[in-house]
């Protein structure tokens, strides 16, 4: 049997209790991928994904990996077509921490228009090692053929010429639109106490 509730402000969450284990996974599921991009925001939610690591209000980007890998867990996210993901792994007493780092990362991160800068040559990068690895790029070229004129054509990375484009307001914008309660859903598995999950939860994305 697995939990499914919403929390206050409409988010769904779905939980499958692993009282067997001392340890909790939990991811925060986004309804964006290349496939909800337009033309000109082609690669705004993988860009937005590297963005939310950079560092908030409250944290530099080496202290939000540390808060978790420190207690041994992990923290990470991807980017797929029709959807992005933040998740981290951690013990299940560290519950309550690496649920304040996501919503850290989901309500306060900066978006330095330096770091902005940055990832853009990193992320420019990435496209061109993608396209320099054919079994990468075939992908890339069979969803060409296979969902020409759709939105599923798009490349979840973008284009040079797109991600040159992105800047604090752009960024800002697509989050006010597809990172809102009704657009996303979170996943939990592990071992945890169910109220205590409710009242952590609602609490951290209370703003959201």
């Not at 990068?125 to 054509?153: C, H, N, Q, R, W």
């Not at 040079?160 to 307001?169: A, H, L, Q, S, Y």
Request: net charge negative; with cysteine; hydrophobic share 40%.
């Amino acid at each position: 049997m697995f939990d499914q509730f919403k929390l206050d402000n409409g988010m769904v969450v779905i939980a499958q209790p692993m009282h067997a284990v001392r340890s909790i996974s939990l991811g925060l599921w986004i309804r964006t991928g290349s496939c909800y991009e337009t033309l000109s925001e082609n690669g705004i939610s993988h860009f937005i994904e590297h963005m939310l690591f950079k560092g908030t209000k409250t944290r530099t980007a080496v202290e939000l990996a540390e808060a978790v890998e420190f207690l041994g867990g992990q923290i990470n996210a991807f980017t797929a077509k029709d959807s992005t993901c933040f998740y981290f792994k951690v013990l299940d007493e560290h519950l309550p921490i690496g649920v304040e780092i996501l919503a850290d990362m989901l309500m306060n991160s900066l978006f330095d228009p330096k770091e902005i800068k940055k990832e853009a040559s990193v992320i420019k990068e990435e496209i061109s090692m993608y396209e320099d690895s054919p079994e990468d790029l075939v992908y890339d070229l069979l969803s060409d053929v296979a969902f020409k004129g759709t939105a599923y054509e798009q490349t979840i990375l973008g284009t040079n010429e797109c991600v040159d484009t992105f800047t604090k307001k752009a960024i800002e914008s697509y989050l006010s639109t597809h990172y809102t309660a009704d657009n996303m859903v979170i996943s939990v598995a592990g071992s945890y106490d169910l109220t205590q999950l409710k009242n952590l939860l609602n609490d951290a994305f209370k703003d959201c």
